[in-house]
């Protein structure tokens, strides 16, 4: 078996992985757009259906990541393991937060520490897509490239 057939196997999945990823930031960053609407407030009800399809997004996403190519390059690559286990563990942390948004969402509209916390994830999300791109490409040896 060549690295070329893994390769020419690995870049299907490798765009559907940054589809998925973009679709989730659309998300994030429409909610995140309309939350600094002025002209209208958001009905913290809206906000919170919001954020519960962009948990269902996630937790699908997360578990075929981990499931496919994490599974695929930790057996490719044994000594990336640890690396795939730790953005396991940020997948887990990242639910949480979202879970929290979700149980405090009262608190969306009065005072600023919700908002904060929503940045916070935000940022948290994109930081978290950007290693996991690094990691995958490496992973699955896809020439840079391809971006
Ligand atoms: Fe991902």
Request: aromatic share 6%; charged share 30%.
């Amino acid at each position: 078996m060549s690295d070329s057939f893994l390769n020419e196997g690995s870049r299907p999945f490798y765009t559907h992985f940054t589809c998925e990823h973009e679709a989730i930031d659309g998300v994030i960053h429409d909610l995140q757009r309309d939350l600094n609407d002025v002209s209208r407030k958001l009905p913290t009800s809206q906000i919170a259906g919001r954020l519960i399809q962009l948990r269902e997004m996630m937790s699908r996403h997360f578990l075929e990541e981990e499931e496919g190519c994490f599974d695929e390059i930790c057996a490719r690559q044994p000594h990336m393991c640890t690396e795939t286990k730790q953005l396991e563990q940020t997948h887990k942390m990242l639910l949480e937060i979202v879970d929290e948004l979700i149980a405090d969402v009262d608190e969306a509209n009065s005072g600023t520490a919700w908002r904060t916390r929503f940045n916070r994830f935000e940022h948290t999300m994109m930081a978290h897509e950007n290693d996991e791109r690094t990691l995958v490409r490496r992973g699955l040896m896809l020439p840079e490239e391809d971006a």
